[in-house]
């Protein structure tokens, strides 16, 4: 599952790609554009500073933009970095594999299942860049679409 911090994340890296090239954004701006707490933000940030999703300047013409376009940036490789492997489970994780004590991995129905699940979610975000993100219009989705048709009551969470 997505964490506030990856979705945070996300939103962030998105405010950047539509700066033009080598534009700055303070956090401030940032955090109030896209209704995130700032000191949430600010540690988020360092994250994607530390992992070379952003460069920072100090000072009064200071903050963050992306180090590489847009189009560079997979969606995956963000969501790793900041909320880990992508698999539900543990023994269906390919960068954090850990054994269940409690099943034989061979035969468990629930194992076979979110290594299933696991793949579809690296399938989407793995092809997926921060451009694609930022340029994408929302009709033109049909899951965005068809969540939207459903009324507030029938909203199943997600």
Not at 13 to 32: E, R, T
Not at 44 to 73: C, H, M
Not at 81 to 100: E, F, H, K, N
Request: include cysteine; charged fraction near 25%; glycine fraction near 8%.
């Amino acid at each position: 599952m997505l964490t506030k911090k990856g979705k945070y994340g996300l939103k962030a890296l998105v405010h950047l790609a539509h700066l033009p090239v080598g534009q700055l954004a303070f956090v401030g701006d940032i955090a109030s554009g896209n209704n995130i707490p700032k000191k949430f933000l600010d540690a988020i940030l360092g994250e994607l500073r530390n992992a070379g999703f952003v460069q920072s300047r100090k000072g009064k013409d200071g903050g963050y933009r992306l180090t590489r376009p847009a189009d560079e940036i997979k969606v995956g490789h963000v969501v790793r970095v900041l909320d880990g492997p992508l698999a539900p489970i543990p023994c269906a994780s390919r960068t954090q594999y850990q054994r269940c004590e409690d099943c034989n991995e061979a035969t468990c129905q629930v194992r076979h299942l979110m290594l299933e699940v696991r793949q579809a979610i690296a399938e989407v975000l793995d092809q997926r860049t921060l451009a694609e993100m930022r340029d994408i219009v929302l009709d033109d989705l049909p899951v965005a679409r068809d969540i939207d048709e459903l009324a507030p009551a029938q909203k199943v969470p997600a």
